[in-house]
């Protein structure tokens, strides 16, 4: 091979590693400077670190350390109302440890002193309230209670099992049998749990349930007074809804029946009472039918209105 040959080859290496060793360094170097670019950018447009929520937070929860976390705002979005560490004292998450919140809370919200409530204040349960709303409390057992599975912040659906033909004031005389004997209505739908026994949240180290004795609900004053009657006239049974809302529950919701009888429910027992419906109109044989020269017997009727949860029903009975 030529001696220039051989020189050029060198002097090519050369230049290459050459190259590749100013790269390195200059990557190198850019690496270095960014942090302290985005340091300067930080300065420039201004960023305070302000207390958020770690986590979604019910009304009623006892808030702890874990459920705050510090998160950098520029400072043109705070609110006078966010807590912020460098304002903070010694102890920032003093003002908001062992309290309670108020509302619901979303994960990364700014906490505020509007959001929470502390322990023991007078008016907890009224400050978990909606505006314009009651609370009524009912019994429960594990049968009307689900078991124990209703929790704070549920959701239920209130049924009113009664005997109707002791709320109809029926005679015992007058065609009982006919008529059915127990009915389960539907007297509200979707009303929020606010506390089970005393406490606004699940206690610690219980399992799924707890062991119920009463239930308080999130009501309106009408559906309050509706509560307190329907629980004169029969026995309430609260069944745990669930916490999907769509098209599909609401549609569930408009078809389902406002009241289920006995007869509805059995066709056996329908089929040996005759199979003459709840709301079908019959009669009953006058004393007529015992005399001899009565041609045809004289039939009297007598209608009771019922009003089951605002639907009102018409009962025939024979006289």
């Known amino acids: 091979m030529r001696p220039i040959v051989l020189v050029l080859i060198v002097v090519a290496l050369g230049a290459a590693i050459l190259t590749a060793f100013l790269a390195t360094r200059f990557l190198a170097s850019v690496q270095q400077q960014q942090p302290a670019q985005t340091a300067e950018q930080a300065v420039v447009t201004g960023v305070e670190e302000v207390l958020v929520a770690a986590r979604d937070i019910n009304p009623g929860d006892v808030l702890v350390d874990t459920d705050f976390r510090w998160?950098?705002?520029?400072?043109?979005?705070?609110?006078?109302?966010f807590t912020l560490k460098s304002a903070a004292g010694e102890d920032p998450l003093a003002p908001f440890r062992d309290t309670m919140a108020r509302r619901a809370i979303m994960t990364g919200e700014p906490m505020a002193a509007t959001a929470i409530v502390k322990q023991g204040d007078a008016g907890i349960t009224s400050a978990v309230l909606a505006p314009g709303m009651r609370s009524v409390t009912i019994d429960v057992s594990p049968r009307t209670g689900a078991a124990g599975l209703i929790l704070p912040n549920d959701h239920v659906d209130i049924f009113l099992v009664s005997n109707i033909r002791d709320m109809a004031r029926v005679p015992e005389d007058v065609g009982r049998d006919i008529l059915s004997q127990t009915a389960v209505e539907a007297i509200m739908r979707d009303i929020k749990v606010v506390a089970v026994n005393q406490s606004l949240t699940r206690p610690e180290g219980t399992g799924p349930g707890i062991n119920a004795q009463t239930v308080t609900m999130e009501v309106t004053s009408e559906q309050a007074q509706k509560v307190l009657v329907a629980s004169q006239m029969g026995q309430i049974v609260l069944a745990l809804r669930s916490w999907?809302?769509?098209?599909?529950?609401?549609?569930?919701?408009?078809?389902?029946?406002?009241?289920?009888?006995?007869?509805?429910?059995?066709?056996?027992?329908?089929?040996?009472?005759?199979g003459v419906g709840d709301?079908?109109?019959?009669?009953m044989p006058s004393e007529n039918d015992h005399q001899e020269t009565s041609p045809a017997p004289k039939v009297a009727t007598q209608s009771i209105r019922i009003n089951r949860g605002g639907a009102v029903t018409v009962e025939s009975l024979g006289q």
Not at 260 to 265: F, G, L, N, P, Y
Not at 279 to 283: G, K
């Open 71 to 81: 998160e950098q705002w520029p400072k043109a979005a705070i609110d006078p109302r």
């Open 279 to 283: 709301q079908e109109m019959f009669q």
């Open 244 to 274: 999907a809302r769509n098209d599909a529950a609401a549609e569930a919701d408009a078809k389902a029946p406002l009241f289920v009888t006995d007869r509805s429910t059995s066709k056996v027992l329908d089929d040996l009472m005759g």
